[in-house]
């Protein structure tokens, strides 16, 4: 039997190879367009978050938050996609949204930590208290079963970062 990170390991590939990855990791994203990648961030984390799955120690809202005002972006940019995403995790089963927290939490916790040294500002938001029991918690929470939504996750991700990445850089 395959593993979730097994099964989504395709689509994880895509979106670590997204140009707006690559602008981080060439530590190339300017101030503004990182901070616009958090405003997105932020509409589809919050709407994760009103599942009521992550606890204060997994929140990511006033990390972001915090990231967002240190860099005090000029320019603000909103891809619909994110909307979009975030109208779609709401109407998520309890575990289903698992499939998402293990994608994006578990993806902050873990590659998280080699963007933190890429992106513009401190990168608050890849801080996470007590990771090793996070990580341990969301892994008991998300099966195999749960791969196709985990790909769907990966799927908006795309999407949106290749949305964002033509908006923000058409501006630049």
Same mark, same amino acid.
């Given at each position: 039997?395959?593993? +979730?990170? @097994?099964?989504?390991? @395709?689509?994880?590939?895509?979106? !670590?190879?997204? &140009?707006?990855? *690559? /602008? =981080?990791?060439?530590?190339?994203?300017?101030?503004?367009? $990182?901070?616009? +990648?958090?405003? %997105?961030?932020?509409? $589809?984390?919050?709407?994760? !978050?009103?599942?009521?799955?992550?606890?204060?120690?997994?929140? *990511?809202?006033?990390?972001?938050?915090?990231? #967002?005002?240190? +860099?005090?972006?000029? #320019? /603000?940019?909103?891809? /619909?996609?994110?909307? &979009?995403?975030?109208?779609?995790?709401?109407?998520?089963?309890?575990?289903?949204?698992?499939?998402? =927290?293990?994608?994006?939490? /578990?993806?902050?916790?873990?590659?998280?930590?080699? +963007?933190?040294?890429?992106?513009?500002?401190?990168?608050?938001?890849?801080?996470?208290?007590?990771?090793? &029991?996070? #990580?341990?918690? =969301?892994?008991? %929470?998300?099966?195999?079963?749960?791969?196709? !939504?985990?790909?769907?996750?990966?799927?908006?991700?795309? *999407? =949106?970062?290749?949305?964002? $990445?033509?908006?923000?850089? !058409?501006?630049?």
């Amino acid at each position: 039997m395959n593993s +979730l990170k @097994e099964a989504t390991a @395709e689509n994880h590939h895509r979106a !670590e190879n997204t &140009e707006l990855v *690559r /602008l =981080i990791f060439q530590k190339t994203i300017t101030p503004d367009q $990182y901070s616009n +990648l958090l405003i %997105n961030q932020l509409i $589809y984390y919050s709407a994760i !978050e009103q599942h009521g799955l992550v606890g204060s120690e997994l929140s *990511r809202i006033v990390p972001i938050v915090n990231d #967002i005002r240190e +860099l005090n972006c000029s #320019i /603000l940019t909103v891809s /619909l996609l994110s909307y &979009e995403y975030a109208d779609y995790i709401a109407t998520l089963t309890k575990q289903q949204c698992w499939a998402h =927290i293990y994608v994006h939490y /578990l993806g902050d916790m873990m590659g998280g930590q080699m +963007l933190k040294r890429c992106v513009p500002g401190s990168g608050t938001r890849f801080v996470f208290d007590n990771q090793a &029991e996070s #990580i341990s918690d =969301i892994r008991m %929470n998300v099966s195999i079963a749960d791969s196709s !939504e985990a790909n769907r996750a990966f799927d908006w991700t795309i *999407r =949106i970062y290749n949305d964002l $990445y033509r908006r923000i850089t !058409e501006t630049s």
